[in-house]
């Protein structure tokens, strides 16, 4: 058993010197300013919940809105980013070989020389036979032009189509295009492909 501690009182005097020599603070601190914001943050909570609870149905609304835009959000996320991987991976794919254009041994500027639809037609053949696509198809366009009843000269700039309107032929501006297509497509066309565009032509002019 230790003895009771004895207490004795200490020197006023003293202690406010030694309070006075440390800097010692004598006031006790205040909440910090988090917990002000704390307080302020609860205070506002406690409110909204309290509204809400006294509105049920304006809670539901909310809610259901607020999760219908949440899914939205994600859901156009989600499309940007695969729609940016899409891009990502055509961009880094190799691009296949480009198509030639057809190159004019005959650029239709002017007039070219005079020949009749016969003679056109005779040169259609001889450039198929050479091979010269580009050549041929120059040809049966102007044999078109000299096969068709015009009141005015032929014009070089002219389309298939402004050709075949001028001769009021529009029944045939189907195949027109066609012929269009031949001159102006994508792809080279096959010589197979240029006579029988001819073929069909010499049908309905006959």
């Known amino acids: 058993m230790m003895p009771p501690v004895a207490y004795h009182p200490a020197d006023g005097e003293m202690v406010r010197r030694i309070l006075a020599e440390t800097g010692v603070a004598t006031k006790p601190a205040g909440p910090p300013l988090t917990a002000y914001v704390d307080a302020w ?37 989600l499309t940007l980013v695969v729609l940016s991987i899409v891009r990502r991976v055509r961009g880094r794919a190799p691009r296949g070989p480009s198509v030639p254009r057809l190159a004019w041994t005959e650029t239709p500027e002017g007039a070219p020389p005079l020949r009749d639809r016969l003679a056109w037609r005779a040169e259609i053949e001889a450039r198929l036979s ?17 096969s068709l009843p015009l009141e005015s000269d032929v014009d ?41 565009c001819l073929a069909r032509f010499e049908e309905k002019l006959a």
């Open 41 to 77: 943050i609860e205070a506002v909570m406690r409110w909204v919940a309290g509204f809400f609870k006294e509105r049920p149905g304006l809670a539901d609304g909310i809610l259901g809105t607020a999760i219908i835009i949440a899914v939205l959000t994600v859901a156009l996320a």
């Open 130 to 146: 050479r091979g010269d696509i580009a050549g041929a198809l120059d040809a049966f366009w102007w044999w078109l032009a000299s």
């Open 156 to 196: 070089a700039s002219w389309t298939t189509r402004e050709l075949l309107v001028k001769a009021r032929r529009r029944e045939l501006l189907g195949l027109g295009a066609r012929l269009d297509v031949l001159m102006y497509g994508p792809r080279i066309p096959s010589p197979g492909d240029v006579t029988a």
